[in-house]
């Protein structure tokens, strides 16, 4: 029962910036946010990680973002961002954020998923 917002996306022209951001709020459960990342998907493919961060700053990045993509946290503010540079064209999707928590009535980690946001990278 956790929430997650997204915002940022848009459309930019190749080599250009986005910042996503992801809030977290509890609603009817305990908040105990775990890993927080982001993931994205093109038509008709699966959704795809593209950059996760851990509790503790541990970051893991697809290698099509690596050196291009930034992903932090503010655990105060229970917030992911995703910071996006040098875009490119085949970065065109739909973002989404994701955090796992271990919900301990449930007796398991469990997922939760924004909305999405839009991304077009396009001249």
């Known amino acids: 029962q956790v929430q997650l917002v997204e915002s940022g996306g848009g459309l930019v022209q190749p080599g250009g910036s986005l910042r996503l951001s992801c809030a977290a709020s509890?609603?009817?459960?305990?908040?105990?946010?775990?890993?927080m990342g982001w993931y994205r998907q093109f038509p008709g493919k699966q959704r795809e990680s593209v950059a996760v961060i851990s509790s503790s700053g541990v970051t893991n990045y697809a290698d099509s973002v690596k050196g291009r993509f930034t992903v932090s946290r503010d655990n105060a503010k229970n917030t992911v961002y995703l910071q996006m540079n040098s875009l490119k064209p085949e970065d065109t999707g739909v973002y989404y954020c994701?955090?796992?928590?271990?919900?301990?009535?449930?007796?398991?980690?469990?997922?939760?998923w924004g909305k999405g946001t839009l991304v077009t990278v396009s001249s």
């Open positions: 509890a609603s009817g459960s305990i908040f105990r946010i775990n890993t």
């Open positions: 994701n955090a796992d928590q271990y919900e301990r009535n449930r007796g398991r980690f469990v997922d939760y």
